[in-house]
């Protein structure tokens, strides 16, 4: 690749001013740059820079702003899906090195308390070290390997999401470094452009280094449980009952999956119990029973102190309510940050498997509650009957829980569901070619394109502007705005495809 002379002087300004950590030397750090989790995008940078102090990183956007051509792309655990956090030809910055370790505790008014942390810093890090101080992020993702900046430039939802909102919403401050290189401190109340902008952002308006996230108590234990249905009707409404019903009358955490109705290891009943000496008993399955099946899966916090007993009263007076198939009901009491590291576990079973390395293919969907059933039918009882070799997630949340002054799109509907198909490569009987996942991803958005559902793509990568346009409506003008504001020259992120 020609680089020109400028660019050339800038990247020897950038070696010689900054304390680099790494400038992608060892081809197989080079390498990282040039890869995600989707495996299925690689475009070489100019640089991968490991870099410690946020004040350097601020000299190199600045410095990459009076370059010819210069982008930059800050990359937190390179968990995206389609190339999001790469820069061809650019400067990609490992943000995980920058200003890496620094937490602290901030205490507002009355018992509020805040986690003041790196952007670069992973979740699970930042969840260790809140329990050590006996408190807790009170939303969280279902996979915590994923950076602070990472999922606040998008939204970070999971199961407490229905109560709190997305990550998005549990943010008092960021420190932002705009694409003039200019280090920024923005709340609601100070340079709000700037904090709304950079939140579900997709890195566009700057590259968040800080961010107080609220905190709450954190619980000692949780009761996990899974509920399995056979009727799509019946689970969604007991799911919507749950999250409409005020806290204290409902679970601290609410999800869906889908199964497959059969005995696949990976994608049918196997799958459902929480712990190896519990087995599904396939025979409560109805006859009537259709090719898939739906899983509630809820948890309740509590203390060690708490009494068992009163914890049982507590659970069973709210599975009462609920008309999951009987008999079909796992519980298992684990610790609170054994439930938040689920995933890692199954990330590990996924390694063993070699699947974890493989081409990953993504689809999230935020569609609203009135489409849900039809959904169901074209999508999950049709194109996606023989599983996905992952997890196929569907549950409810509340809109207003999302803050719309974000960047964020959502569907018009109070109620709208977080449909996530994820697909981690395991096995599969037929497995799809990565073309044929994308052709299904491509007849799961025409199903709703053609039906006119209330619908919005989640973490997704469109390849034009025209439909980058469409996607944020009427949100496009602001968010065009805030571009020629905080990154006039369009040098951030460019992976995401919005502006050249
Ligand atoms: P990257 O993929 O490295 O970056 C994502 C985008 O953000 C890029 O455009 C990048 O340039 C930009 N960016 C990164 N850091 C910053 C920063 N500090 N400042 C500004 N821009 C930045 N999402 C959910 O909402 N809920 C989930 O439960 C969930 N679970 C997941 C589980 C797995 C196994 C995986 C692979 C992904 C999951 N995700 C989930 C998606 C995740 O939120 C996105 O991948 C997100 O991009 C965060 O990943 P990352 O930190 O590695 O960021």
Redesign the pocket.
Known sequence: MAIRVGTLIVIMCIIAAIDVQGIGASSTYYDLAAK??GGIVSVRPLAFLAISKSDDLARIVRLAYISDDLTV?????????NG??MAEGGLVID?RSVESGHFGLVKANGSTYYADVP??ALWEDVLDWCLAQGLSPRSN???L??????????????GHTFRFG??TSNVAELE?ITGKGQRVVCSEKENAELFFG?LGG??QF????RAQILLQPAPDMVRWIRLVYTDFDEFTQDAESLVTAPEGQSFDYIEGIVVVNGDDPFNGWPSVPLHPNQTFNSDLIPQSAGPMLYCLEVTLHYKKYDSRTAIDVTVDSLLRQLRYVEGLDFQADVSYRDFLLR?KWE?QAARAEGAWDKP?R?LNIFLSRTDIAEFDHAAFKTILKDGIGGRLLVYPVLRRNFDNRTSLVLPEAEIFYIVSI?RLGLPIPNEPSVGRMISQDKEIIKVCEDNAFDYKL??WNFETQEEWKRHFGKKWGMFARRKMMFDPKAIL?P??NIFT
């Open positions: 995600d989790f792309a800050a990359r937190g655990n390179g968990h995206s899906i999001q956090a943000m952007g670069g993702t279902d996979y390997r994923l950076t602070v900046g990472g999922t606040l430039s998008n939204a970070g939802v999971g997305p990550q932002v950079a997709l890195g700057g590259i968040i280094t995933v990330e990953h993504w994820l989640y973490l992120s992976g995401q």
